[in-house]
């Protein structure tokens, strides 16, 4: 039995058979479709060879990099590494990962603009997985720094993935005097640039960028943007001034989470819980006093919808409309107690209402007492001048 703190070697290697011999090349490498006959599984192996010779040695580093970041990494949308063999005496190795059978976005973008017959994920779900990844990938203090078409896959089962850290990078800034990389990082070829890329940096919201322009450009060029619900979120995630951007992948995650009108447009689903919800409340109300007043806050609203709730709790109807019009009016009303209103209607526009940021609260809010304002006042005779 070896000893704690002793290296243990195991002298017989892995068998692979080759399936595909050019699955793709890049500058420094290329890689190769693997077959694991025992286990009967296909894998991709990487293999670290600088199409210049002279870049071999100056980059075997990064190579070395990328192997450590990926075993860090542990996310069903990052792609994952199983096993890795380096070769320090001539500069090479290998890395066995994961075999994605899908295809790229920017190919998965087209199609679905073509294709697509709404089973397949729809472009806000991928942006969504797309966040989960980078959150996580931030999370671990690792910056991708090569986001491109390729680099994004989608699998057949709809699973996005991302890969390709052979530029990652632990979570430092980059600056172009100490990276002779960052010529290829901070790359021109794009009609918007970040600011940090006049500056030879690179930081998490510079992969923010990156990624929100190509969500951008894919999306517009195959006319998706108008079926796209965070539109204006990405374009707060590619401003050129990086202080403008949000503050990390996870505040982003948050935007996305959160109804924000701010940042989201109203959906076709926003607006049907609302008038499900508002047509309903005016449904029940036939007229208020000319001295009636409404609820002054969102949160003194829905305080009044949970004790409702409560209040019916094993009802599919509320019982009493009364109590359900009190919810937004302070003062006596005249109201129709015979019209059903469902409680999900109700508990759906208070998970929805409680789910948003104070802004769009606010925003459904005054529309709804906006609306209510409408309804008919009922004068006494002591307000009739004669």
């Known amino acids: 039995m070896k000893d704690n703190g002793s290296i243990v070697k195991f002298l017989r290697g892995r068998d692979y058979e080759m399936v595909n011999n050019s699955l793709g090349a890049g500058s420094f490498g290329k890689t190769v ?6 286990i009967d599984e296909l894998f991709v192996a990487k293999k670290y060879e600088p199409y210049y010779e002279e870049d071999r040695k100056e980059f075997y580093d990064s190579f070395l990099q990328e192997i450590k970041i ?8 990052v792609v994952r590494i199983y096993n890795y063999y380096a070769y320090e005496a ?8 994961e075999y994605i059978d899908g295809q790229n976005i920017a190919d998965y973008l087209e199609w679905y603009s073509i294709f697509a017959d709404g089973s397949d994920p729809s472009p806000d779900e991928v942006f969504s997985q797309l966040i989960d990844a980078f959150s996580y990938i931030e999370s671990k203090g690792i910056l991708h720094r090569d986001i491109r078409e390729g680099n994004i896959l989608i699998d057949k089962s709809g699973l996005v993935k991302v890969i390709d850290f052979g530029l990652g990078k632990t979570f430092l800034p980059v600056d172009s005097s100490e990276d002779s990389m960052a010529a290829e990082i901070n790359r021109s070829g794009l009609d918007k640039l970040p600011n940090e890329y006049f500056e030879g940096k690179y930081t998490s919201r510079t992969d923010m960028f990156y990624l929100a322009e190509l969500i951008h450009r894919l999306l517009n060029n195959n006319n998706l943007l108008s079926e796209f619900s965070y539109g204006q979120i990405v374009e707060k995630m590619m401003e050129s001034n990086e202080s403008n951007r949000y503050s990390s992948f996870k505040e982003v995650r948050e935007a996305i989470d959160k109804k924000d009108f701010t940042y989201l447009s109203i959906s076709e689903s926003d607006k049907e819980i609302y008038q499900n919800f508002s047509n ?4 029940c109300i036939s007229s208020f006093p000319a001295n009636h007043e409404f609820v002054k806050s969102v949160n003194e609203l829905i305080e009044r919808l949970r004790n409702v709730l409560k209040k019916n709790s094993f009802e599919y109807y509320i019982q009493n409309n009364r109590d359900l019009i009190y919810t937004v009016e302070k003062q006596a009303f005249r109201y129709y107690p015979d019209v059903d209103v469902e409680c999900k209607v109700v508990s759906d526009f208070l998970n929805w209402l409680d789910g948003m940021t104070s802004e769009s609260q606010n925003l459904v809010f005054s529309n709804l007492i906006s ?9 006494d005779e002591e307000d009739v001048p004669f």
């Open 33 to 38: 479709l693997l077959k694991d006959p025992f």
């Open 70 to 77: 990926m075993y860090k990494l542990n996310h069903k949308n």
């Open 90 to 97: 001539i500069q090479t190795g290998y890395i066995i990962m």
């Open 280 to 283: 309903a409340l005016c449904r």
């Open 371 to 379: 609306k209510l304002s409408i309804i008919e006042v009922e004068l």
